[in-house]
């Protein structure tokens, strides 16, 4: 069967559902890979981006729980935290002089802050950084802001864009099945919601980014609907500006007792995501949850994008994992060379702003 699917990668053809399935289950990497790299090359020759970023978890607390999030914290609760805005404004200061620097804000659902919490957040970062690219808020938070507001989510999208914001990343999908939501996440929004909010930002001309966390209860066909939703609305809006396979951590969570998905079923998940998602024109090895080494692996296996410096990333460590808390530019560019590729810095919006020249 493999033969059959690499005539089909190879001629531009789509895959379907039953090949996706197969190339989770039976494909051998030894030849997946290399397929995958292939399109990668393709698309992108032997460039690797990345961006200077950071992280702004502005707060912990949450009005839900999910199975699978080490990083929530009732208000009092031990470890629970949120940051002033002064602090914010003190934390993004490194990026003040660094043109195109991203900024990605994400958090819990606090239940005391009100709708204006959230504009106001953009549009003083935006004041005292107006160079500053903000990405900002989940899909999940964009739903729970709708909420707060009694407005719609296309009318929070629309009011936060003039607030400053620049364009959305992909959390909160999970995996886009009624069966996961139902038994790991529950208490917030479903899949549908998830993408008619992508869809709706699409409209607006946000740009957003779509994730999967694999690695707990899902099946291989799951992840392939999961996908195979992705494409569908790609389809439809082009709003996608990258696909991010993310690993799940299990430490510090009910899910505890799981096992980590290895280091080969992490640069699957890449190379499945770059074969069945043909109209995604970039995948990015999210480092902090791969690792550094699976990410520079996945430079041979789809991904084209290393992410970022990734400065004070919380959500993740805080589930245990064990990579850098931030990068220093220098460090990932020798990452990225150390893939045998070539490392060019890009914007939030994935246009090449700088090659640097080796030394």
């Not at 990083?71 to 805005?85: L, P, T």
């Not at 692996?297 to 290393?306: V, W």
Request: glycine residues 8%; charged residues 25%; aromatic residues 8%.
């Amino acid at each position: 069967m493999f033969d059959r699917i690499e005539e089909k990668v190879r001629a531009g053809e789509r895959l379907t559902p039953e090949e996706g399935l197969y190339l989770y289950q039976e494909a051998p990497m030894d030849r997946l890979g290399p397929l995958a790299n292939w399109v990668r090359e393709k698309l992108h020759g032997n460039r690797t981006s990345y961006i200077i970023n950071m992280h702004l978890n502005y707060s912990n607390v949450c009005a839900v729980k999910c199975m699978f999030c080490a990083f929530r914290r009732d208000k009092g609760e031990e470890g629970a935290y949120e940051m002033s805005m002064e602090e914010m404004i003190h934390r993004v200061a490194p990026l003040k002089d660094v043109p195109e620097a991203e900024v990605h804000i994400v958090g819990g659902l606090h239940p005391d802050y009100p709708y204006s919490y959230y504009p106001q957040l953009l549009s003083t970062l935006k004041e005292h950084y107006p160079q500053a690219h903000l990405k900002a808020f989940t899909a999940v938070e964009i739903d729970y802001f709708a909420e707060l507001a009694g407005k719609s989510p296309a009318w929070v999208l629309a009011n936060l864009k003039e607030a400053g914001l620049g364009s959305m990343p992909g959390g909160g999908a999970e995996v886009l099945t009624d069966r996961i939501h139902k038994k790991l996440y529950r208490d917030k929004m479903g899949p549908q919601k998830w993408l008619d909010i992508h869809k709706e930002a699409h409209k607006l001309g946000i740009r957003t980014s779509a994730t999967m966390l694999a690695g707990h209860i899902e099946t291989y066909q799951e992840r392939v609907t999961h996908l195979v939703r992705l494409r569908e609305l790609q389809d439809e809006t082009g709003g996608f500006l990258a696909y991010i396979p993310l690993r799940f951590h299990p430490e510090n969570t009910p899910l505890r007792k799981l096992n980590f998905m290895d280091s080969e079923g992490v640069l699957r998940q890449v190379a499945v995501g770059r074969l069945m998602l043909d109209n995604f024109a970039n995948i990015k090895a999210y480092w902090v949850m791969s690792g550094l080494d699976n990410a520079v692996k996945s430079q041979h296996c789809g991904a084209n994008d290393f992410d970022g410096t990734v400065v004070d990333e919380r959500i993740t460590h805080m589930a245990g994992c064990e990579t850098p808390v931030g990068v220093t530019e220098e460090r990932l560019r020798n990452l990225i060379r150390e893939a045998g590729r070539e490392p060019a810095r890009r914007d939030a919006l994935y246009n090449i702003i700088e090659v640097p020249v080796a030394g």
